[in-house]
């Protein structure tokens, strides 16, 4: 899935949170976002997913190639199609379907259709977490949501135990009552259960401990490398986002100030020379 961003703004009073006139995530890419406190990350995730309503722009999501890039253009809010019952679109993108699903040189717009929800996967803060349910009920819960049957969601868990390390299935603990690096795991493997097509994490790394956050590089290269899903990663982490992105975008008050090709760590020095001058 491409991620199309036009003119997109968002202001809190007088503070301008996001002002990217131009910015296309493609397809497979595996993007991280980086900027010092304040920078806009979450805000701009946050428009992304549909949470906050932007003053201006547009945030489209298109199926096709990864390469080249599309061109710039208004969104198509895709009315018609997503009004329509799944079963009788078949242009549609279903829960679980193979690599081309959805529709072919369409981009629909997130703020007016959300049909995207079906194969976008995201964890931005413990507010997606429903902390009076244990681990094992929150996943049976997003299972029923995705239409994930009890055997898929068992072999997900089995597949991804190593990464919650003995600490999360079959433990009758509530979420609330879960660390904050658990809570942290829970989120992103509930983010992951539907197999996005798009998968957005905001500061992955936060409270993790360092095996866990070795864990949560590996389990992104793979997911990446296996699916051609397109991933964005937030992080205050320099190295970690150098290790796992292919392309790193530096965000400043808001504003796109480097958007680097990091298909051969190259961001590394780049980085690390912004951030020193700007201490």
Request: charged fraction near 25%; aromatic fraction near 8%; hydrophobic fraction near 40%.
């Amino acid at each position: 899935m491409e991620i199309i961003i036009k003119d997109l703004k968002k202001t809190f009073g007088e503070k301008v949170a996001v002002d990217i006139p131009a910015l296309t995530i493609r397809s497979g890419e595996l993007l991280g976002l980086v900027g010092n406190n304040g920078a806009g990350k979450s805000t701009l995730f946050r428009l992304m997913l549909d949470l906050i309503k932007a003053d201006t722009g547009t945030v489209c999501m298109k199926a096709g190639s990864p390469l080249p890039a599309p061109p710039l253009g208004e969104c198509s809010s895709a009315a018609a199609p997503s009004a329509l019952p799944f079963s009788e679109n078949e242009a549609l993108p279903q829960r679980g379907s193979g690599e081309g699903a959805g529709w072919s040189g369409e981009a629909i717009n997130v703020a007016e259709t959300e049909v995207w929800k079906d194969w976008t996967g995201a964890f931005v803060d413990e507010s997606f977490l429903i902390d009076y349910l244990t681990p094992d009920e929150y996943f049976h819960f997003i299972a029923r949501l995705t239409d994930t049957s009890d055997e898929q969601l068992q072999a997900f868990l089995d597949e991804y135990q190593h990464f919650m390390a003995d600490e999360l299935a079959g433990q009758k603990k509530l979420i609330r009552t879960l660390s904050a690096g658990n809570k942290q795991k829970v989120g992103i493997m509930a983010a992951m259960l539907l197999q996005p097509k798009v998968l957005i994490l905001d500061e992955p790394f936060n409270f993790l401990d360092p095996s866990s956050q070795n864990a949560i590089k590996h389990l992104l290269q793979k997911y990446n490398k296996k699916t051609g899903a397109t991933i964005l990663v937030s992080s205050h982490n320099l190295q970690h986002t150098v290790d796992i992105s292919s392309r790193i975008v530096l965000l400043e008050h808001g504003k796109v100030i480097q958007d680097i090709d990091n298909r051969e760590h190259q961001a590394q020095s780049i980085l690390e020379n912004y951030f020193e001058i700007n201490e």
